[in-house]
């Protein structure tokens, strides 16, 4: 789980909606993936609550963060 605290820590510290939007539309990434992004960080929801609003398993939304942390991480 420590291998990504330094990209969270960067993802949070964007505070510019637009900054935010345009850095997730730099990396090939699904409108839902997007959605589980700004979900997460620009409206502070756990990963929980957005498996429930999204309709998946909460294991399936921390599998699909993990995995869009690491295409982040390539661009940061």
């Not at 330094?6 to 730099?26: M, P």
């Not at 979900?39 to 963060?65: C, M, N, Q, V």
């Amino acid at each position: 789980m420590t291998e990504h605290v330094e990209t969270r820590n960067k993802l949070r510290s964007i505070v510019e909606i637009q900054t935010f939007s345009d850095l997730l539309n730099r990396c090939i990434l699904s409108e839902e993936d997007k959605q589980i992004m700004e979900l997460h960080y620009l409206h502070d929801k756990d990963l929980r609550y957005i498996a429930d609003f999204l309709g998946y398993s909460e294991g399936t939304i921390k599998k699909r963060h993990r995995k869009i942390l690491k295409k982040l991480k390539q661009i940061l």
